[in-house]
């Protein structure tokens, strides 16, 4: 398609990620996109709040013109101008997700010339998507490795529903290198971080939570480290729990909430469960995460194995294919799935 033509996404079958993706590599390119039937199988399509927050933010970070920019919205026209540095803020209604906000605005740092930081208040730890512990314990100790400069700081946690947390991501220019994510190499560690309101302080929910997933782990013979146990000021209460597993070349986490009436030590013990299938079945990468990286691995080049040939693995291929990455997927015998990208962009 002529580069004066607008690349069309079909954004109906890969969910918010195929979005994020898309306006992720149109500002990076410069390329003018429009996603269609944005995230038109789910049962409520369209853009929700969080959905919304990624447009106008991106936007915001590249002086983009935009239309369909608004809550429901079934389709998004992207046409970006150049990526700057300075200070953004954005301000989610009640719990929608900063990690997943955030997630929009990291590969942006292939393009900056100058630091970007943007601070923006909403959900930090809340269903359907990873707490801000996983990015900043998680994925962004991943993607250091490869070159990316970016950091994440907590003032404070957001729980479903109210929301309210505040965090603020700095993204600074960046070079990355390949990378390389096929090998897991040996646990060295399991780290535990458990978070819950102030107000369940007097239960000890983070401490119990905490105490019970290292218990657990140790027991099956994991080398386990308390590593955070925090209770915060919240509009909500609630908490959550993230085990990071920490392997020679990369790292696994799991992640639990709390919810009403269940104890801490089941928490504990779901996140445990959920940790030790994954080390069990030899897996180099969550699905989520796998997902996520794939907008680094076009642009960088490189490997990536993924636990599982998934829709949404193929349909953010798709993407990557669409704005001229050359990406190859291939599905072991397995069922792992190997994601290859040379990292250059044909026209």
């Excluded at 106008?56 to 700057?84: H, K, N, R």
């Excluded at 301000?91 to 906000?101: E, N, Q, R, Y």
């Excluded at 779901?270 to 990468?285: K, R, T």
């Amino acid at each position: 398609m002529p580069e004066s033509q607008p690349l069309v996404v079909d954004g109906s079958a890969g969910g918010g990620q195929v979005l994020r993706t898309a306006l992720s590599l149109a500002a990076v390119t410069g390329r003018a996109v429009d996603v269609d039937d944005v995230r038109g199988s789910r049962p409520a399509p369209g853009l929700h709040p969080q959905h919304l927050a990624c447009v106008e933010c991106v936007a915001a970070a590249c002086d983009a013109t935009v239309e369909g920019a608004e809550l429901e919205s079934p389709a998004v026209a992207f046409d970006p101008g150049p990526i700057g540095g300075g200070d953004l803020r954005y301000d989610l209604p009640t719990a929608g997700s900063v990690s997943l906000l955030f997630d929009a605005l990291l590969p942006l740092a292939v393009a900056l010339d100058a630091p970007l930081t943007v601070t923006a208040t909403g959900g930090t730890d809340v269903k359907w998507s990873p707490p801000l512990a996983s990015l900043q314990h998680v994925k962004l100790p991943l993607l250091a490795r490869v070159g990316l400069d970016a950091t994440v700081t907590r003032e404070r946690t957001g729980f479903y529903p109210a929301g309210g947390g505040k965090a603020t991501l700095t993204v600074r220019p960046s070079t990355l290198s390949p990378l390389s994510l096929t090998e897991r190499g040996p646990l060295e560690r399991v780290a535990v971080h458990s978070r819950a309101s102030a107000s369940l302080a007097g239960a000890e929910v983070a401490d119990r939570q905490a105490n019970a997933a290292a218990e657990a782990l140790s027991a099956v013979g994991f080398s386990t480290t308390i590593e955070e146990v925090a209770y915060d000021d919240t509009a909500s209460p609630g908490s959550s729990l993230l085990l990071v597993g920490e392997y020679g070349g990369t790292r696994l986490g799991v992640d639990a909430l709390g919810e009403r009436g269940k104890p801490s030590e089941a928490v504990a013990a779901d996140a445990v469960e959920a940790f030790e299938d994954l080390h069990e079945a030899g897996v180099v990468l969550d699905p989520h995460l796998a997902d996520q990286l794939l907008v680094f691995l076009a642009l960088a080049g490189g490997d990536l194995l993924a636990p599982a040939m998934t829709d949404h693995l193929r349909t953010n291929c798709d993407v990557l294919s669409a704005f001229g990455y050359e990406v190859t997927l291939e599905e072991h015998p397995d069922g792992t799935a190997r994601v290859h990208s040379a990292g250059e962009r044909s026209d």
